[in-house]
């Protein structure tokens, strides 16, 4: 099975305000909460393609509740470990013809207790697992490095991790001693990683100097997504360019996580690269046509996943 982790999984609520003002009473007539963070969006692609997958990390109060009858409805497999706080809540107010306006919540702070819990139950169910998904931001409380730990845990029992975060956590994972397999940053977060700019028209020698970095040292695949521009990416000695197909977008949000759960599928089960990488890029493109985040239409998947090119370097 795929194992996903979520430290920091929220309620997701979106709210339609057509004429959002300031300062005085907004109502709201349509509301929709989900579950979510971004290792619940990508348990739920991994589950509407009909893979046994299993969520974990960290829930708690009655936010958390709420997310394990969501999961259940979904029949996602879970098995989070409780905590006393409070989970929290993301709103995103969708506004004034198109525009999105989000607060997010810092989310509950972990105990040592907390953190040494979580990391007995991860052992655990590590045993069942074939690849292990890590995404979104590490909740207040554990140290920068808790990923590289979860990577080394993984690798000792040669489970291949794929990892999708950002900032100093990605840092840290990439500087530790166990790499993780597979790390999956858009343009934004590489761009911040090696200081560059990407917008995929760059040629094949340049895309493979960044790849070739060396933070990327014996990480076995580097994919980045660059939204519409499709994807370039590394498999130990090989480099693609992978070019999409014009898709009438929904919502975009989430085809980050859509991806790393085709990355998740066709890894775990043994897909070559053009196959893995073509699969990734699918599910990121059906997650875009979709009003819900994390979606995808199963039956689409061989239409679109026969309009993409995978390109040598
Ligand atoms: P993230 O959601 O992490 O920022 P991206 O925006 O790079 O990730 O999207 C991941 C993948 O989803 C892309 O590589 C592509 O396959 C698909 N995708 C995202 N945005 C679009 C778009 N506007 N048109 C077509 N496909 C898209």
Redesign the pocket.
């Known amino acids: 099975m795929i194992l996903t982790v979520t430290m920091n999984p929220s309620i997701d609520m979106a709210y339609s305000i057509e004429d959002l003002k300031e300062n005085t009473v907004n109502r709201v007539s349509e509301v929709r909460k989900t579950a979510g963070g971004k290792g619940l969006n990508v348990s739920r692609v991994i589950k509407m393609m009909g893979r046994r997958i299993v969520a974990t990390g960290a829930l708690g109060g009655n936010f958390g509740a709420f997310i394990e009858e969501q999961l259940d409805k979904e029949k996602i497999n879970h098995a989070f470990i409780h905590i006393k706080q409070e989970t929290r809540n993301s709103i995103a107010i969708l506004h004034d013809g198109g525009k999105q306006t989000e607060i997010l919540e810092a989310g509950p702070v972990l105990t040592a207790q907390d953190v040494f819990r979580f990391l007995e139950n991860y052992k655990e169910l590590l045993s069942e697992a074939d690849v292990v998904t890590i995404s979104g931001s590490l909740p207040q409380g554990i140290e920068s490095d808790f990923y590289a730990k979860l990577s080394s845990l993984a690798k000792q029992k040669k489970i291949k991790v794929m990892l999708d975060s950002s900032g100093e956590s990605l840092k840290q994972t990439l500087l530790n001693k166990d790499k993780p397999y597979l790390i999956k940053p858009?343009?934004e977060e590489i761009s911040e990683l090696l200081n560059i700019k990407l917008n995929g028209k760059e040629n094949s020698e340049i895309l493979i100097k960044y790849m070739s970095n060396k933070i990327f040292q014996d990480v076995a695949w580097i994919v980045v997504?660059?939204?519409?521009a499709?994807?370039i990416a590394k498999h130990n000695n090989s480099f693609y360019r992978v070019k999409?197909p014009k898709?009438h977008?929904e919502n975009?949000v989430?085809?980050?996580d859509a991806?790393l759960a085709g990355l998740a599928i066709a890894i775990s089960e043994g897909k070559d690269d053009e196959e893995t990488l073509k699969t990734a890029?699918t599910l990121?493109?059906l997650?875009?046509m979709e009003k819900q985040t994390g979606c995808v239409n199963k039956k689409l998947f061989s239409k679109y996943f026969g309009k993409i090119s995978v390109t040598k370097l």
């Open positions: 858009n343009q997504s660059l939204g519409a499709g994807a999409i898709i977008v975009p989430g085809s980050g991806t890029m990121g493109m997650n875009t």
